[in-house]
């Protein structure tokens, strides 16, 4: 018994330390006496643990798939690696929100709790093996986000991004339970494996039944990761949440998301299936809306903040189309995307936050000259931006390549010319703003104050992945490959 | 010997670190070791021309590691006489071009690291075998462009650099498409990615479905890659970004962009889309033509129209490239020979009108014929200034194609390859050299004959730098011109092999 127990604890371990890791969070805060004390021992410990987590994560990389409590809940390379990105985009959203004005000190550690909230509901999703384990996941990750949303209490603009936030987040959840109840409803299962046996055996109205739950499932999930048409919440949200949350939601939560779609694409909609065929031409239309409305609307902004979130849901229409081809091929594009799209998103909201917080304002103009006040942030900044472009020798490059490959080896031409335009439309702002850091006269000498050293170290060593990926990314992309799903 | 590609092509990148370690005070050390840096280069590449076996079209000098398995991706790079000469002509301008960007004084460290990066993904693009690199390349090679245009520009910098980024970009993710298709094509095998196997027309019979309708594979992708290297030529109606990068460039990447840059896209017909899908650039061949010919006397038109003498000779590169793309369509050996002989001369001749226009800039801090208020801009420069007007007027004969100047062989080549397809695209491309008399002697006439104009009276006359760096020009449009062997004979087996390739279809 006691030996059961602490068998398949092996494989969990990364979710019950992120669990312990949030409870001694909320004591650690109740016991600083000082409400603006700076929450620096708390920051350490936080790292400490989740670098702890990230380590189980990386032992778990290579082991057995496992599915525990009664096959809810799947352990396999997918969900693992899907974690580790998640678990890093986590540290380093802590890590900015550490220097960042836009948290209040006196929140910081709240920040902590929060974000290490959403990642073991992340975790959750990711590893979810039938439905109930999914919509929880889904719900834990949501509750935390709405809060962190509005974080920033003083400001209006915040407290309307929680607002939106929950509001459509609340409503989006329901009509995914409500397709969920179809899908249970026609297949008499919530378990995947069941679910993705009974399928071939449906017919007529059933068929319908179980591809309208789908549609109204992947509502739910589409709110998630802000694929077109419910993409609308994503700029407000982003726009009114602090930097470091931005950060953090353009990376956790859409995550958890792809990796949830991912899996039940695989359960329903796998290669040869029978619902497939209309599902592909579903996703296919989403991904190309999502990246079409993101990438033309980014072109009109005057706020980085909010360019970086509809260039966000660009790189989500690009990620959906790995999810066009349900196999592992396409998984493994998703996962090398993920990876690349982790640093670069860190990188550049790391550098924006600097700044924001230095003028008071994330428009263009605080950007302009960088080059001859940072050069190093902006020679980065602008790697960071050719790579979010898809441009060689960064890794951007080679996560666009993967996409482009797989969609072509399953000839969809059409849907290759729409993210070749696309492609075109993002270079767009990302050297309008480019052209601002380099070409611009800057209008004092003054010192960013927030690149220390140690920050600047930071960023650098971020940056690493976003130059080497782009040339030596055969081992990355093994890992990525290796990381198959396993359903139970 | 194999390795010596490798050399001339990380050389460039080696420099670059060594100026970007260099301390930024030292401005002459950066300027040395930029020069030591393009002069072995170039020194490199006269070794390779030296032991270059003329009697082959195999590729030479190969070097093939594996580079991503998964994908059967090489860093696989190799010569032939095409890019023999493509070598030559990049080396050589750029070693001219560090020497012609002495008096660059903004930010010099890097600018010349730039320079430098730019030179080894020229060279990349002309090496790769592999279509995987060639296209890393060919997209890398914005990135410094960019910077150079867009920082070291003149006024409207920003607007030029941007349009020529995106422009090319657009072509490029067309042909990362129709890469990819390829790599499909093939089967996923060890070869798909390699330039010499794709080679041969392996793709005639394959079909694809594009938007509901069934499509020769061979069309649809030939196209594809059309509009890559069409771009990049630039082919009329492709060709609006190339006056705007020229104009707001500075002299030594304007000399780089019309003698080197604007080569890749007729090289990438030669090398890539020709002998891959042959039965389609057949099929193409009149469209080809017809484009180049447009472009031929669009181009001579727009340039007769300028009052900027930089705009001027941005619009004769139109028109010259206009020459080359109706060289490859004639499809025959003397068109193609031709084509590739235009695409070195044009190098030269053109090379040396940017770096003349450069100088007079230099002087007079404007490159108006005539001002936009009416007034001229020069007038009897001839008179003052006789060492900077003999050289004008030999890269001007050059460049208008006079016999016994390097211009005219490749011209002559071409009309000669292409008459027998397209009579009456010869003719009337005939007219084109016409006009492109005409302008050139007209705009010779406003700026070097009448009265000096008061304003430039204290202009100094070439010095001791600036007719160095003339001098191999000079000798390269004057002994090619005459004596065009040398070049002809490096290229004739690899031109020949393509256009028995091409005769088959």
């Known amino acids: ?488 | 010997m194999n390795g010596i590609l490798n050399w001339v092509l990380w050389l460039p990148i080696i420099g670059a670190v060594a100026v970007l370690l260099a301390p930024k005070a030292k401005e002459n050390v950066i300027r040395m070791i930029t020069l030591v840096t393009t002069s072995v280069t170039l020194l490199l590449t006269v070794l390779l021309y030296l032991k270059f076996d003329t009697s082959t079209a195999d590729m030479q000098f190969v070097t093939k590691i594996p580079w991503i398995t998964q994908f059967h991706i090489n860093y696989h790079l190799g010569i032939d006489g095409i890019t023999m000469l493509m070598t030559f002509l990049n080396a050589l301008l750029f070693f001219i071009c560090t020497l012609s960007s002495w008096t660059v004084e903004k930010n010099v460290k890097a600018y010349f690291a730039l320079l430098l990066m730019l030179q080894s993904t020229v060279f990349g693009v002309f090496f790769a075998l592999d279509f995987f690199l060639f296209y890393v390349y060919w997209e890398v090679m914005l990135i410094p462009m960019f910077f150079l245009i867009g920082i070291w520009g003149g006024e409207n910098r920003e607007y030029a650099a941007i349009k020529f980024f995106l422009y090319t970009f657009f072509g490029g993710v067309f042909m990362l498409i129709g890469m990819v298709a390829l790599y499909y094509a093939t089967g996923k095998g060890p070869d798909s990615f390699s330039i010499l196997a794709l080679q041969g027309g392996h793709f005639v019979k394959e079909t694809i479905t594009l938007f509901g309708y069934t499509l020769s594979f061979e069309h649809v992708f030939f196209w594809f890659l059309f509009l890559g290297f069409a771009i990049k030529v630039p082919v009329f109606p492709f060709h609006t970004w190339l006056p705007h990068a020229h104009v707001q460039a500075p002299t030594a990447v304007s000399v780089i962009l019309a003698g080197v840059l604007l080569k890749m896209g007729t090289y990438g017909f030669l090398r890539i889309a020709f002998p891959i899908f042959p039965q389609a650039a057949v099929d193409s061949s009149t469209i080809i033509a017809v484009l180049g010919l447009i472009s031929v006397i669009y181009g001579a038109f727009c340039a007769m129209a300028q009052d900027d003498v930089k705009k001027l000779v941005a619009y004769s590169s139109v028109s010259h490239m206009g020459f080359v793309m109706l060289g490859l369509a004639a499809m025959t050996s003397q068109g193609m020979n031709g084509a590739v002989l235009q695409m070195f001369n044009h190098g030269t001749s053109t090379a040396m009108m940017f770096l003349l226009i450069g100088i007079i800039y230099e002087r007079s801090h404007h490159r108006w014929i005539v001002k936009p208020d009416g007034s001229k801009g020069y007038g009897g420069l001839a008179s003052q200034l006789p060492k900077y007007t003999t050289v004008f007027i030999i890269g001007m004969f050059a460049s208008m194609g006079l016999p016994g100047l390097s211009g005219f062989i490749s011209e002559a080549l071409i009309f000669l390859g292409i008459y027998p397809r397209f009579t009456t695209i010869t003719v009337i491309a005939v007219i084109g050299l016409l006009i492109g008399a005409a302008y050139l002697l007209w705009m010779f006439k406003r700026m070097f004959f009448g009265e000096p104009n008061p304003d430039n009276h204290d202009f100094d006359d070439m010095n001791a730098r600036e007719v160095f760096y003339m001098i191999p020009l000079c000798i390269c449009v004057v002994v090619f011109g005459i004596f065009p062997s040398p070049l002809l004979n490096v290229m004739k087996v690899s031109v020949g092999q393509l256009v028995d390739l091409l005769s088959k279809y």
């Open chain 1, 1 to 488: 018994m006691i030996d059961q127990l602490f068998g398949f604890l092996d494989n969990y371990m990364p979710e019950v330390i992120s669990v312990v890791l949030m409870m001694s969070l909320l004591v650690a805060e109740s016991a600083v006496k000082d409400e603006h004390a700076p929450r620096v021992k708390i920051h350490f410990f936080t790292q400490a643990v989740l670098a702890v987590v990230l380590i189980c994560l990386f032992g778990n990389l290579g082991a057995k798939p496992v599915h525990i409590f009664h096959n809810a809940v799947t352990i396999d390379p997918f969900s693992t690696l899907v974690k580790i990105i998640m678990t890093i985009g986590t540290m380093g959203a802590i890590f900015i929100s550490q220097s960042s004005k836009d948290i209040y000190s006196n929140l910081k550690s709240e920040f902590m709790v929060m974000s290490v909230g959403v990642l073991i509901g992340g975790m959750l999703l990711a590893s979810a093996n039938n439905m109930l384990t999914l919509y929880l996941g889904i719900e834990i990750l949501s509750i935390l986000s709405y809060v962190m949303s509005s974080f920033k209490r003083e400001d209006s603009t915040s407290a309307e991004a929680g607002m939106k936030y929950a509001l459509y987040g609340g409503l989006s959840a329901g009509v995914a339970l409500f397709g969920i109840s179809h899908m249970y409803g026609a297949l008499g299962s919530i378990q995947f494996l069941e679910m993705m046996e009974k399928i071939p055996t449906l017919q007529g109205m059933q068929l319908t039944t179980v591809m309208m739950g789908s549609v109204l499932f992947f509502v739910g999930l589409g709110y998630k990761i802000s694929a077109f048409p419910f993409h609308m919440w994503t700029p407000d949200v982003y726009q009114g949440s602090p930097i470091p949350v931005t950060s953090f939601f353009a990376i956790v939560p859409k995550m958890a998301g792809l990796a949830a779609l991912i899996r039940v694409s695989n359960v329903f909609f796998a290669d040869g299936s029978v619902l497939s065929v209309s599902w592909v031409g579903l996703m296919m239309v989403i991904a190309a809306m999502t990246m079409t409305v993101g990438n033309v609307t980014a072109i009109g902004q005057n706020s980085v903040k909010r360019l970086l979130a509809f260039s966000s849901i660009g790189h989500v229409g690009m990620m959906i189309l790995g999810v066009v081809v349900a196999n592992e091929v396409g998984t493994r594009a998703i996962l090398f995307y993920g990876i690349t799209y982790l640093f670069m998103t860190l990188i550049a909201f790391y550098i924006t936050s600097h700044l924001s917080d230095m003028y008071g304002s994330d428009g263009y103009d605080v950007f302009r000259g960088l080059i001859y006040k940072h050069p190093l942030m902006a020679v980065i900044m602008v790697g960071v931006l050719f790579s979010l472009a898809g441009l060689p020798p960064f890794s951007g490059f080679v996560a666009k390549f993967n996409i482009f490959n797989i969609i072509i080896e399953k000839k969809y031409y059409g849907i290759a010319i729409v993210a070749a335009i696309n492609s075109v439309i993002a270079l767009y702002y990302y050297l309008k703003l480019a052209k601002t850091m380099i070409f611009g006269q800057a209008d004092g000498e003054e010192r960013v104050l927030g690149f220390t050293p140690a920050n600047q170290a930071v960023i650098a060593f971020l940056f690493i992945p976003v130059l080497f990926l782009g040339i030596f990314w055969e081992k990355v992309m093994t890992i990525a490959g290796n990381a198959t799903i396993y359903i139970k």
